[in-house]
């Protein structure tokens, strides 16, 4: 019996030397050139903001509920040292739908929608030295760039427009417009990280080996819109919105 312990015992310690190899072999971490990011959220344009209007008319047709809204953001790093600097470009898509207004301001049977798709070209830096050096998994950003959002809007599944109006006396003339255009503008984006590596390190190694895949996180971030065309006449489509989503280190 002791000499079968013994024996036991041998192979085990023998066997040490062979596993500790196996992880000294593991494949280094894959370079890291920059990020994908696919978030969702809830967008909300105050256009009932506008300067000059009366009452509510969009909440009138569209409710005053939040849009889902959805984004895919590809970020590419010029700096990597004390935290991971570079830029990105982003384009996200909301919709909502209404019934149209008559005359009289009450709802009508025909259906009205309105389109928007967020254009995104944003600096960003991610203070990441600590989760990096230490394994710390919360990592902080900011994110402060341009804004350009195409919209349309359709009433009975086609494009809405508006009519003109001929000048009288002491109104001018309104031309017929389309609904249909693009606001732009400003916008501060902040937001917290958790690194997922920390609850399966032996999986993010292999997804970065099989997938070149570095980390792993998800996100919360907080956005602070201004777009008015920098005041210019027009639908003010700003807001003030949370997201949360995935984002992976490439």
């Keep these: 019996m002791a000499r079968a312990v013994a024996l036991g015992v041998a192979v085990l310690l023998a066997a040490l030397p062979g596993q500790a190899q196996e992880y000294s072999d593991a494949p280094t971490q894959s370079p890291r050139s920059g990020s994908v990011e696919l978030r969702l959220g809830s967008y909300r344009p105050q256009v009932d903001a506008e300067e000059g209007l009366n009452g509510s008319p969009f909440s009138d047709v569209f ?22 600097a570079g830029l990105s470009v982003s384009a996200g898509y909301a919709e909502k739908y209404g019934y149209a207004l008559r005359e009289d301001g009450s709802p009508s049977a025909e259906r009205q929608s309105f389109h928007v798709v967020p254009l995104h070209l944003r600096a960003v830096y ?21 804004v350009f959002v195409p919209w349309w809007t359709n009433k009975g599944g086609k494009l809405d427009s508006a009519p003109g109006r001929d000048a009288v006396e002491g109104s001018p003339a ?23 590596d920390v609850l399966e390190p032996r999986f993010a190694r292999d997804f970065d080996s099989d997938m070149g ?21 027009g639908f003010n489509l700003s807001d003030s919105y949370w997201m949360f989503g995935l984002a992976l280190d490439y």
Excluded: C
């Design 213 to 233: 895949i570095n980390h792993s996180y998800v996100f919360a971030e907080y956005t602070y819109s201004k777009v008015n065309s920098f005041g210019r006449p």
């Design 63 to 84: 409710g005053s509920g939040g849009w889902l809204l959805f984004e895919l953001e590809v970020q590419r790093f010029f700096y990597q040292g004390i935290g991971s």
């Design 174 to 196: 309104v031309p017929a417009r389309k609904g249909t255009g693009v606001r732009y503008g400003w916008e501060v984006a902040v937001g917290l990280s958790f690194m997922l």
């Design 126 to 146: 991610r203070f990441d030295y600590p989760a990096f050096q230490w394994g710390f998994p919360l990592i902080p950003y900011v994110k402060p760039g341009l």
